[in-house]
């Protein structure tokens, strides 16, 4: 009898534990939290254990931080097109306080805590086309993964602001118009769908000199709108940027020679460009810059996640049931 009352107890006390580290926000205040910052605020600073917030339909019009102190958190969407984060924060805003945002204060979602994971949700940014710079999800925290989601907007999109940390993206949807995949971060993106809508650059990453990857796209399909005909794999935000596509489909909007210099003749001796088994209209490996590389499968097959990600692997996170 004591044997079992024993394990009731410890029952109760994992069930109890399970339900303090499992939240629900939604909009109309049928869960624990009505705003996504509120269910954040809540976290403990430095907190061990994983936390997992869902996140019921509905469009979320709010500025999300994740603080620095504030890591293992997952963040899971209802429907990744109808659970939407969005903010029309943009480069030369003035805030309530003075100050005036830039590339690195208007996202509409910051990360800065590491161990963060997220799945079926937008992050939004519609401050609209002529906006200039308005980040949709800027990420600094190391090993953030992100599946099924959505990133939309217009300039700088996407920003991986964080030098050399690692970041995952699995069959995501990424739009946008300038520059709009950009930043520091070792990123891998594995069956992405990268979206163009206007004639510019998909990606300006900055990888510096002593980090051996950059943004790395595996099985990734790029389209453009229909007006849209002349855009760059990418430009190098830094002289030494490294971006790799591997076994890649390109519809005819990406421009033949591929990649730009940022009309800076100097940036072609260092940047770290190259391409392997690209596929579709826009693929054209013999009318590519001279400066980038068309890699060799004995090339091509060190690009393996464990080669770029280290000890982490972001295939094997499980995220409990709701």
Request: aromatic share 12%; glycine share 8%; hydrophobic share 35%.
């Amino acid at each position: 009898m004591r044997f079992l009352l024993i394990a009731y107890c410890l029952f109760i006390s994992g069930t109890l534990l399970a339900q303090k580290n499992k939240w629900t926000v939604a909009a109309d205040g049928s869960g624990n939290f009505k705003t996504i910052q509120q269910a954040l605020d809540k976290v403990p600073s430095n907190n061990n254990s994983p936390i997992t917030i869902y996140v019921k339909k509905g469009v979320y019009k709010e500025v999300v931080i994740v603080d620095a102190t504030k890591n293992n958190i997952n963040l899971i969407g209802e429907d990744k097109n109808t659970t939407i984060i969005t903010f029309n924060n943009h480069a030369g805003t003035r805030t309530p306080q003075g100050d005036t945002l830039n590339t690195w204060t208007c996202a509409t979602v910051f990360v800065y805590g590491n161990n963060f994971h997220a799945e079926n949700i937008s992050f939004e940014n519609n401050a609209g086309f002529t906006a200039g710079q308005a980040v949709a999800l800027r990420v600094e925290g190391n090993r953030a993964s992100f599946f099924n989601c959505r990133m939309l907007g217009f300039q700088d999109v996407l920003f991986l602001s964080g030098n050399g940390v690692k970041q995952y993206f699995r069959d995501c949807y990424i739009e946008g118009t300038t520059d709009f995949i950009f930043g520091a971060a070792t990123a891998v993106f594995k069956s992405c769908h990268i979206h163009s809508k206007k004639n510019s650059h998909v990606t300006a990453a900055s990888t510096n000199s002593i980090i051996p990857f950059g943004f790395v796209f595996f099985d990734c399909k790029l389209t453009a709108d229909s007006v849209t005909n002349k855009v760059s794999l990418g430009r190098p935000w830094s002289p030494t940027a490294s971006v790799t596509y591997i076994n890649c489909w390109m519809d005819k909007h990406i421009v033949p020679e591929g990649w730009n210099n940022w009309k800076n003749p100097a940036n072609e001796a260092t940047a770290r460009y190259a391409e392997y088994n690209s596929s579709g209209p826009g693929a054209n490996p013999e009318a590519r810059v001279k400066w980038s590389k068309q890699l060799t499968a004995e090339e091509a097959g060190r690009y393996t996640l464990k080669n770029i990600m280290g000890e982490w692997d972001p295939e094997s996170i499980k995220v409990p049931k709701k």
